[in-house]
């Protein structure tokens, strides 16, 4: 059995009961560039419905950038990024079978670290048939370098019931921790949907950005509905606010939600939704690492603050 010791470092009970505000412990400045001291400060967490486990609201994400890795290339710079987000108190990360080689990438630093018992492990199975799902989940394991993953998700809606039944089965035998399942197409949403009314699930992942809200409107409250965890994928929506929002300052007033860079005020938007438990923006760089958990401290917006982030970025 994993115990990771940042589960030792839970929220305060009213953190528990008010997500949207950070513990009074927490309400400092935040820094954008937190110092290696500063590694053990409590994050704001969040509870995963179906177990209460607080986990950060920040993880990592290893699409993209571990995907085009290839074999022989450097990966200090990984290394480095593994090494500050665990440093940071970060713990959740996610990968999946399609993503290239980045779920060996990962079971390679996690031993090279040896990080893997502090580590909130996410994989996903993609594939047609309950005979490739158990091929594809064994192989996730050996990929891995573990013998248990904390949550395994079907990825995009493949096979879904068949996969899920299997999944159910690894999870009582102990081999995985929680059963979810996950989309990033708009045009998955009616079906998505429907599978979440019929099926118990300890999570979601869904798309959700300051500018791609969609996922808000029925798919996220269904998720509280339902008493699944939420997980977000393209929190910068591929890059959009980005590039709407580069070259220009921020408003003064994200200094009230201890907010100092874009990313973070993208984040915090995300993570301060009620139903939503964690962020996972993709990481490859530790400067993004300093950067990305500084959103998981310090103040967060209320629906006023909310509102009005919304409204400056669809003002852009
Ligand atoms: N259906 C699914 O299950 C599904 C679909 C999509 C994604 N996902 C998961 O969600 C994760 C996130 O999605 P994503 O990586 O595609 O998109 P994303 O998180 O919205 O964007 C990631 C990109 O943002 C950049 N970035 C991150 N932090 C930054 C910072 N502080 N400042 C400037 N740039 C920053 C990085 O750029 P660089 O490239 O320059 O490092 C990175 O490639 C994935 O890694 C994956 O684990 C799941």
Redesign the pocket.
């Known amino acids: 059995m994993q115990t990771p010791r940042r589960h030792l470092l839970g929220l305060t009970a009213a953190a528990l009961a008010a997500p949207l505000a950070a513990p009074a412990a927490l309400r400092s400045p935040a820094r954008a560039q937190p110092a290696p001291s500063a590694a053990t400060a409590a994050l704001v967490r969040k509870p995963i419905p179906s177990s209460g486990e607080m986990i950060p609201v920040i993880g990592l994400?290893?699409?993209?950038?571990y995907e085009e890795m290839k074999p022989g290339e450097d990966t200090a710079p990984l290394r480095d990024t593994w090494r500050r987000f665990e440093q940071l108190g970060g713990t959740v990360v996610?990968?999946?079978p399609s993503?290239g080689n980045a779920e060996a990438i990962m079971g390679g630093l996690m031993a090279d670290l040896s990080i893997r018992p502090n580590l909130f492990v996410c994989t996903?199975v993609g594939v047609d048939t309950i005979e490739q799902g158990r091929a594809q989940i064994e192989q996730s394991f050996r990929n891995l370098r573990t013998d248990r993953v904390d949550l395994v998700?079907v990825?995009?809606l493949r096979d879904i019931t068949a996969e899920l039944a299997y999944l159910r089965e690894l999870k009582q035998a102990g081999r995985i921790r929680y059963v979810g399942a996950?989309?990033?197409f708009d045009r998955q949403y009616e079906a998505f949907e429907a599978m979440m009314r019929r099926e118990t699930l300890d999570s979601i992942?869904i798309?959700y950005?300051l500018d791609n809200r969609n996922a808000a409107e029925r798919i996220i409250p269904l998720a509280k509905e339902r008493g699944m965890a939420v997980f977000i994928?393209?929190?910068?929506?591929?890059?959009s606010v980005?590039r709407a929002t580069q070259g220009r300052p921020l408003p003064d007033w994200a200094a009230e939600i201890d907010v100092t860079?874009w990313?973070q005020f993208m984040l915090k938007y995300l993570v301060s939704h009620d139903a939503v438990t964690c962020a996972?923006?993709?990481?490859?760089?530790a400067r993004?690492v300093d950067?990305?958990m500084g959103a998981a401290r310090g103040r967060m917006p209320d629906a006023a603050m909310r509102r009005r982030m919304e409204q400056l970025i669809d003002g852009l």
Do not use: C, E, V, W
Request: proline fraction near 8%.
């Open positions: 994400g290893s699409a993209r950038r996610d990968t999946a993503y996903k998700a990825h995009n996950t989309t990033s992942q798309d950005a994928n393209l929190p910068f929506g591929r890059g980005f860079t990313p996972i923006p993709g990481m490859a760089q993004y950067d990305n």
